[in-house]
T-cell receptor
Framework: DAGVIQSPRHEVTEMGQEVTLRCKPI?????LFWYRQTMMRGLELLIY????????DSGMPEDRFSAKMPNASFSTLKIQPSEPRDSAVYFC????????????FGDGTRLSIL | QKEVEQNSGPLSVPEGAIASLNCTYS??????FFWYRQYSGKSPELIMF????GDKEDGRFTAQLNKASQYVSLLIRDSQPSDSATYLC?????????FGAGTRLTVKP
């Protein structure tokens, strides 16, 4: 079975541009998570969905960040406008039936904002 | 602030030795505990999870949980060079997952 699929793998863009990151969770998984990882702050949970519904977005750093999950097989994380401090690796993960079940991570998107 | 603390390392052990990785957490109500392995430039990969006090073994890996002392540890027996990676401790409570900064492990041949 395919794992969590993220795209793009790498994104380089200029400050002020809109950035959209995409994620396809493992089929049948009810939970989807977006994380950000930086050297300074480590791995941080941004937002998570249960059955396509956003449950907790308290980790989203600013209003410039938004996430959607229009169906069970697709989610996006959008940054508009982007800033250099948003540069990080963004991971999407999914888990089967509950938040505290083991999470399976995608390969991540390495985002660089110039 | 709910904290998850790990020694950043690097922790260096010779091949074949036991590597011991430790993690302490501040939220006494924490319910579930996870260890992830992350190779450089790769995504985290689940190694072990534990919910109850005591030890849980899976192959060369043993997770140990002591809720009273608020620590969880990971032992890697017969360490191999392929175990060289950063190990992240994650702690869950009430729809909140917190990760430690990770311990970098190097296993020398």
């Amino acid at each position: 079975d395919a794992g969590v699929i993220q795209s793009p793998r790498h994104e380089v863009t200029e400050m002020g541009q809109e950035v959209t990151l995409r994620c396809k969770p493992i089929s049948g998984h009810d939970y989807l998570f977006w994380y950000r990882q930086t050297m300074m702050r480590g791995l941080e949970l941004l937002i998570y969905f249960n059955n396509n519904v956003p449950i907790d977005d308290s980790g989203m750093p600013e209003d410039r960040f938004s996430a959607k999950m229009p169906n069970a097989s697709f989610s996006t994380l959008k940054i508009q406008p982007s800033e250099p401090r948003d540069s990080a690796v963004y991971f999407c993960a999914s888990s089967l039936t509950a938040f505290d079940q083991p999470q399976h991570f995608g390969d991540g998107t390495r985002l660089s904002i110039l | 602030q709910k904290e998850v603390e790990q020694n950043s390392g690097p922790l260096s052990v010779p091949e074949g030795a036991i590597a011991s990785l430790n993690c302490t957490y501040s939220d006494r109500g924490s319910q579930s505990f996870f260890w992830y392995r992350q190779y450089s430039g790769k995504s985290p990969e689940l190694i072990m999870f534990i919910y109850s006090n005591g030890d849980k073994e899976d192959g060369r890996f043993t997770a140990q949980l002591n809720k009273a002392s608020q620590y969880v540890s990971l032992l890697i027996r017969d360490s191999q060079p392929s175990d060289s990676a950063t190990y992240l401790c994650a702690v869950y409570n009430n729809n909140d997952m917190r990760f430690g900064a990770g311990t970098r492990l190097t296993v020398k041949p």
